[in-house]
């Protein structure tokens, strides 16, 4: 079952609550005006029905593209082809699209041709899912060929006419099937799951980049546990990310109740909505997989975990073709996650991994390393930690950050002029080097942090050598 649960979900109606916004309203109105029909179509009637604030507003209309370019002179021609003309009102950009049919779909993507009618049903019987295919009029009037009304009450996610020919068309609407059920956690009918099942091999012929923009809304969604187990249970998750699917049933040791795979997706649901971190938290324990071993007495152990892991999660990344800034953060992540977050770790300790990872990463480590612990099924999680624990480290960091240590070179007493001025010496790398001596001193005693104490420091170290 949906995490929502509900059989019978109440809906907005009457034509107030089913208005779109003013400068929507414009347009269809001049549209109207000029004897075109006009409608809001898609997700934005979706939303408005469930309550939620629409974040795109697409209007379809029997105008031709050139006659909705001579209306709204303001506009961009992207998707010409297609029929679309983006609008661009001083609240948004609004996409007006003309009725069309579509042609063969011979790339899994978009149809060889399009043809454009004055038939509303005809166009929205082109749509994925029949809470998509419905469309308003100007007074909030709804249209509703395909019982998308009645889907959004019942929670479930219908296909318009025969799934497998839905997802013939374009496999990415399989991954499009789970995000709406993560996002709004609703439950696919048998017949779409049955044809995720039968067709996901074609989710190969889409390319990385729509796999990735949708893979990561499901991270993002409110039911994304429900999102992820569904792309198990579809089988879409041994392709697009197998080896997050090769943790099912690998079992862990006395500090994880779970395998690695629901440990790594609850992980993922146990941090705030960011996506670097919920994709460090789901990939972060893969490269347990890889690296593990029973000893004699039978218990597992994971040595080296974290560099499997972290060379596991920059291959999925790079697959995907996440950029490169956000692969950087994700590794920083994982690399560092089992850091040392003991009562008895040294304030020194905590001030050198501040300086490593840096002030915003390491409350985001924080965070991962609370997920991991949440998500172990144990009093006492990763590395045989405690909540409570890792709540007192969290407290000692925000200590440390608000008192006078230096994290950097830059927060140092000194700078290189200082040190070239104050010992005779040129510009070159010995005098990086000394800043980089000076700082791992003030790490260790942040009481040190003066400029006379660092030239003697950096006298000494110069004249020991």
Do not use: C
């Not at 003013?22 to 309550?51: C, E, K, S, T």
């Not at 497998?164 to 068309?169: H, I, K, S, V």
């Amino acid at each position: 079952m949906p995490p929502s649960g509900k059989s019978g979900r109440r809906l907005q109606s009457g034509p107030a609550a089913l208005l779109s916004p003013p400068d929507v309203q414009q347009i269809l109105a001049r549209l109207n005006g000029h004897g075109f029909q006009a409608y809001v179509a898609g997700g934005a009637v979706r939303d408005l029905l469930l309550g939620r604030p629409p974040h795109d507003w697409d209007v379809a209309t029997d105008a031709p593209p050139h006659e909705v370019k001579v209306l709204f002179p303001d506009h961009l021609p992207a998707g010409e082809r297609y029929g679309t003309i983006t609008v661009r009102t001083p609240e948004r950009m609004v996409e007006v699209t003309t009725f069309r049919s579509d042609g063969r779909y011979l790339d899994g993507r978009r149809p060889e041709s399009v043809s454009f009618s004055r038939d509303l049903a005809a166009d929205l019987a082109r749509r994925d899912f029949t809470i998509n295919a419905m469309a308003l009029g100007p007074g909030g009037e709804l249209v509703d060929p395909f019982g998308g009304r009645a889907d959004l009450a019942k929670s479930r996610l219908a296909t318009v006419g025969d799934p497998r020919e839905r997802f013939r068309e374009d496999a990415l609407r399989m991954l499009r099937a789970v995000r709406f059920a993560a996002e709004l956690g609703f439950a696919p009918e048998a017949g779409v799951k049955r044809a995720i099942l039968e067709e996901g091999r074609l989710i190969t012929h889409v390319s990385a980049e729509r796999i990735r923009d949708e893979f990561s809304r499901i991270l993002l969604a409110p039911h994304l546990v429900y999102g992820l187990r569904l792309l198990r249970v579809t089988g879409l998750m041994k392709r697009v990310i197998p080896e997050l699917d090769a943790g099912f049933g690998v079992m862990q040791n006395k500090y994880h109740a779970y395998s690695v795979y629901t440990h790594s997706i609850l992980a993922a649901a146990a941090t705030p909505p960011v996506l670097a971190l919920r994709l460090a938290a789901l990939l972060h324990d893969l490269g347990k997989i890889r690296v593990k071993s029973v000893d004699p007495g039978g218990a597992a152990h994971f040595y080296g975990h974290e560099t499997a892991s972290v060379e596991l999660a920059e291959r999925i990344l790079a697959r995907l073709h996440y950029p490169a800034s956000l692969i950087a953060r994700v590794r920083l992540l994982i690399r560092h996650h089992m850091f040392s977050a003991s009562p008895a770790v040294k304030d020194s300790t905590i001030r050198k991994l501040i300086a490593g990872v840096g002030a915003k990463t390491i409350h985001d480590l924080i965070r991962l390393r609370t997920a991991d612990a949440l998500s172990s099924g144990r009093e006492q999680g990763a590395g045989g930690l405690s909540l409570e624990d890792i709540n007192l480290f969290a407290e000692r960091v925000e200590r440390i950050l608000a008192g006078p240590a230096a994290f950097r070179r830059k927060d140092l007493a000194v700078t290189g002029h200082d040190l070239m001025q104050g010992l005779s010496r040129p510009p070159g790398p010995e005098i990086g080097r000394l800043l980089d001596y000076l700082l791992g001193q003030v790490l260790e005693h942040p009481e040190w942090n003066s400029r006379e104490t660092l030239l003697a420091l950096a006298r000494d170290h110069v004249d020991s050598r």
